[in-house]
């Protein structure tokens, strides 16, 4: 229990943004790169996703690499996505423009000679462990070291498995849930709960190119997921840190060990990419990964599912609640105590973010 | 049949208020008493219900007083309705905050010291003859002598049954088809329909206080209703009476007799109230009531049954009818006759309050 | 295949008109016919059909005359479709008001004298080769002569079958569809395709009151279609026309003859009359006629059940299609080339058109 004191006591908060006039929760950062499919999800077949309000047809050439354009043909607006795949490039299934991966178009139907410069919109992609990548702002600023880290998703020294859960939210809501883990407590009574996550303190570092969420729970009762999965019966250490970093990833660590005997440890990284599909709606890749065990599929299995039951009971709420800030009017006097550093913290971090790239594409339309 | 003259002639309306203007469904009279709920409804699981376009959430207390909340919580919007009711307070089942039925917030989890003040939005709420009824107005206001009669909901002298029906239309709709029941002759073909309905001259008594539409049909033919659960067979009179009080209130005292037999009589009550869901759906409470045959719970059963059945009708009808003020442009000429006056005073008079609560409201905010 | 040089040439279009500003797909042209509904879709119980984003209400009088006037009472909006037919008259449903198919209110119930001029609004309505054609504009404006030639539908030398098809599109899409068959290739690859479609010339005619897309292919396959039904093997010489009248009337002539034995020919009529219902939706209403084997029910069924078929095909592109220009972005160059002359002319054709009428309204208006 924590006494009074700065972030300790419960405050009205300074809210981080006016909701009335700053926030839109329209605005995406743009020159990041997100998660967009699971490799297994792109092949000879388009594949349509809207990401960031935007329709995005996917497929892979014949050499396998994947190629993803704005999946509206610039002749008629309809969408490539409903055409085929010819050789490596994709043919629109009204009228036959055929572009390739880079944009460029390869072939108007009935036409000989192409005009120069005739292409649509082409999005950077990268695969990497087994997640397709897309640079959903300017190509020019696209990174490969930006891609953000989940190794663990096909490290061989960790097993685990994952799947995208749709979900009726703006991804904010999805982010934030995860930076207050205290929720388990109330949203996860029969799984995380402990009474640990909402009496201990907090710590936030913050170094600019990360955030993370720290909290380091002693001596306490072990939450009923790891009594079931991990066979811990006495008094344990657990130490949580949720690692944020821009636009729109999580990295979840988990350590716990018994506390008589620090030996008998357990730890997992939760892999969380949240990637708006449009202001409402969000396709939330995951995976739970662990480091032991690695050949115990019924383990794997178990994990899976009950990870999986937990954020069907966070859907739940975070719609919940979406549906309450779009239909109710805003309280007087929203309040913050400590356990909302972490996302005060990113709310204000992506709203410096948001503001700073507003500024790089005016900047670069008035040079342009 | 009535002659031409006054009301008795058809005329272009002078509308009640330019509807592209003045007119907004949106605007709901609030410092008024509104039925909330049936108290079998209200118990220790949190109750969901929105009203007035806001989400509130009710449960009852140990002692069994209900309590009714702004059903979102300010911490971050999630409906308190989602979470638990614990000892008297409810708690939120995101993060945990719990409040008690006057608005205060009485624990944040993992906080000691709670600071002055912290609270949320409290409805006064009166539980009386069955009905939860709420103020939705300013608390300040709130005067339990101005809760609408509906006594013969639990007066011994009187039985009956009635429901909640959900009807997708602004509450006004389902008003003014109460305040004009000519169109019984029309929608009620096989139950209420009489000639006499639409013929019978139209007496409107407004007093400040309730508006009267009184109908006094003498020597007519019962309608079906009337013939086939009262047993009249000859010719009957016929009072119907349909008392309007805002914010949304209608009781219809009706009152059959054999006109040869002026002892053979039957005598009830319709209780409606109208109580806004939103700006196009209205909960309608309503409920039936009769001062004889107390005991035979079978006439209860039939008058409840073909009570519904031609709610039923009124239902398909304004719901055809919303859909056209909706979709459809304001027609030229509107019309309006003698069975109108007592839709067009109540409209008139609720304009008139709406405005009267407008100004009270900018002279508070300028008070204040 | 087309060389370079003007229309054959991918070029970027100059668009017909600012989507952002200028383009309102809620403009309809409204001094023309359009096709409302079958004849037998039109009887002694009232229809409600949507036209134009306007409810109608459509029946017989008791000497077989169909009357269509607006479907909502003036005196509180209810539709009148919901009532009955009394006579020739339509009575509402809500209070029992009574309107003749000129307009005029003809009984007010419990009442004796109407006032002069109290009406509705009546469309001129004609009945002609088994559909129900409606002007939809300034009544006063309305003449038969200039209702759309659909004559094949009841001409004894010709047979065929039709039916109404839904499509949640602007019915401008539906009409551009037709405009450029060269989708045939890419759409109905199973059915129409052929590799002509793409490469022929295109040639438009305009006079004025027509524009006619033409392709004239010699000596190619015959498409699977005409292989199937028609019995062609060897080559064929296969003659288009696509006749675009406004509003939104297309008749499309095809005549396909061996190529070696020229009085081995087959002639049908494609009769689309696509009417809008709402600004994203359009009652498709269509008939496939030809001029041979008329006897032949089997080959009606057949060549019915094909084009149904295609069409179907058709509709998932153009929703498709819909649902990307509502949702995505407008791409920086929309591209046009031979194939896009007759859509492109009809484009401009009909916003000339738009003006026009606009500028008549005005006119109207001020002298009026």
Not at 245 to 266: L, Q
Not at 337 to 361: I, N, T
Request: glycine content about 6%.
């Amino acid at each position: 229990m924590i006494g009074p004191g700065g972030w300790d006591t419960v405050a009205a908060a300074a809210p981080v943004r006016e909701f009335e006039e700053d926030w839109s929760p329209a605005i995406f950062l743009r020159n990041y790169w997100y998660v967009a499919a699971w490799s297994e999800e792109v092949g000879r077949e388009p594949l349509q996703r809207w990401l960031l309000n935007e329709p995005v047809a996917m497929w892979r050439r014949r050499d396998g690499t994947p190629a993803a354009l704005a999946d509206r043909c610039p002749h008629r607006g309809a969408p490539l996505s409903n055409g085929r795949i010819v050789g490596d490039d994709i043919r629109c299934g009204y009228h036959g423009l055929s572009f390739c991966g880079d944009g460029s178009c390869t072939a108007v139907p009935g036409v000989e000679t192409l005009p120069a410069g005739l292409s649509t919109r082409a999005y950077p992609v990268v695969e990497r462990w087994g997640w397709i990548f897309l640079w959903m702002g300017d190509p020019a600023l696209a990174d490969e070291s930006a891609i953000p880290d989940y190794h663990w998703k096909d490290d061989p020294g960790w097993a685990g498995r994952g799947e995208t859960l749709p979900v009726a939210v703006n991804y904010e809501l999805v982010r934030d849930n995860l930076l207050d883990l205290s929720h388990a407590h109330f949203v996860h009574r029969n799984t995380l709960a402990t009474d640990a996550v909402v009496d201990a303190p907090v710590t936030t570092e913050f170094d600019g190119e990360r955030l993370r969420v720290i909290r380091d729970m002693r001596g306490i009762e072990p939450s009923p997921f790891f009594k079931r999965l991990c066979g811990f019966n006495g008094k344990v250490d657990h130490r949580q840190q949720v690692e944020f970093t821009p636009a729109a990833n999580i990295v979840i660590s988990v350590r716990v060990n018994s506390t008589e005997n620090p030996d008998h440890a357990f730890e997992n990284r939760v892999l969380n990419a949240m990637t708006p599909e449009t202001d409402r709606s969000t396709h939330y890749f995951w995976s739970l990964e662990r480091d032991s065990q690695l050949e115990d599929e019924a383990l794997t299995d178990a994990m899976f599912t009950a990870n999986r039951d937990t954020f069907f009971e966070d859907v739940a709420v975070i719609e919940a609640q979406q549906e309450m800030l779009d239909r109710a009017p805003e309280p007087a006097r929203p309040v913050r105590w400590h356990v909302d550093k972490g996302v005060d913290r990113a709310q204000r971090w992506v709203a410096k973010l948001l503001r700073e790239e507003a500024a790089q594409c005016a900047a670069a339309a008035e040079a342009g």
